[in-house]
C-alpha cells in the first residue's frame, strides 16, 4: 500500500481493524499513527474513530494538514484477528501495512508523530493540578500513576526496536522519560528504506502506530478530566 502523502488534501482513509475473540474492535487509520479507537463490533469501532477526528487533528496540529478540514471517508483495507489482549484493551497484532518498505522521508514523519502526541499527554498531564495528580479518580488511575503507567510502556516498544535498551543514568522520572522518548526517537529515524520489515515480531511503524495510541488514549483521558480550559 502506498503512503499517504504528507501534502495535498486526503479524501478517503484506509482502516485497519483488529478483531478480539469476544468484544473488542480496534479501527485505526493506517497511515495516521495514534488515531485508533476500539468498540464492541466494527462499526461502534468506527464510529469511534470518526468521533475523534477533530480531536485528533487538534493532537497532531501541523501533521494533520493533509487531512484538510472536512470529513474524508474511511475504507476498510484490512482485519486481522485479534486475541485476548485486544478484547483487554490494547493493540496487539500487527497489520500487512506495518510491514511495507518505508520510502524517503516516512521515518521522519513517524518520528514527528511520535513527538506530537508525547507533547499532547504532556499538556494533558500539566492541566491536572498538582495537587490532585496522585489522587485515584473513580474509575481510572492516578495522573501520577498514569503518567508512571505510560513512561513503562515506552520502554516496553524501545525494547522492541533496540536491544539492549540503554539504561538511563538518573532515577528522576522526568530524565527517565526524556531518555526513552529520545532513543525511542532515534530508533525510529533509523528505521530502514526500501526493505520490507518481513522478519521483525514488532516492526518499527507498528511500534510508532501503538506507542502513539497508547500516548493519545492516556492524554485524552487526562484531557476529560480536566474539563474544558
Request: net charge negative; proline share 8%; glycine share 8%.
Amino acid at each position: 500500500m502506498a503512503s499517504i502523502p504528507v501534502s495535498g488534501i486526503v479524501s478517503a482513509l484506509p482502516i485497519g481493524l483488529e478483531i478480539g475473540p469476544k468484544r473488542r474492535v480496534f479501527a485505526q487509520v493506517i497511515e495516521w499513527p495514534g488515531w485508533c479507537r476500539s468498540g464492541r463490533d466494527e462499526a461502534a469501532a468506527l464510529a469511534a474513530v470518526e468521533s475523534v477526528m477533530d480531536r485528533y487533528r487538534a493532537a497532531v496540529g501541523d501533521l494533520a494538514g493533509p487531512l484538510g478540514s472536512g470529513d474524508p471517508a474511511f475504507t476498510i483495507m484490512e482485519r486481522v484477528e485479534g486475541g485476548t489482549t485486544t478484547d483487554f484493551g490494547a493493540l496487539d497484532r500487527v497489520l500487512a501495512s506495518d510491514r511495507r518498505a518505508l520510502e524517503p522521508g516516512e521515518p521522519e514523519r513517524l518520528a514527528a508523530f511520535l513527538d506530537a502526541c508525547w507533547a499532547t499527554f504532556d499538556r494533558a498531564f500539566a492541566a491536572i493540578p498538582a495537587g490532585s495528580r496522585e489522587v485515584k479518580p473513580p474509575v481510572g488511575r492516578a495522573a501520577d500513576t498514569m503518567r508512571n503507567h505510560v513512561v513503562e510502556s515506552g520502554w516496553l516498544h524501545l525494547s522492541w526496536l533496540v536491544r539492549p535498551v540503554p539504561k538511563p543514568e538518573s532515577a528522576d522520572l522526568a530524565q527517565v522519560d526524556a531518555h526513552q522518548r529520545r532513543l525511542l526517537r532515534a530508533a525510529v529515524l533509523e528505521l530502514p528504506l526500501g526493505v520490507p520489515f518481513e522478519s521483525e515480531r514488532h516492526p518499527g511503524p507498528w511500534v510508532v502506530r501503538r506507542e502513539c495510541w497508547h500516548v493519545l488514549d492516556h492524554a485524552w483521558e487526562l484531557e476529560d478530566r480536566s474539563g474544558p480550559a
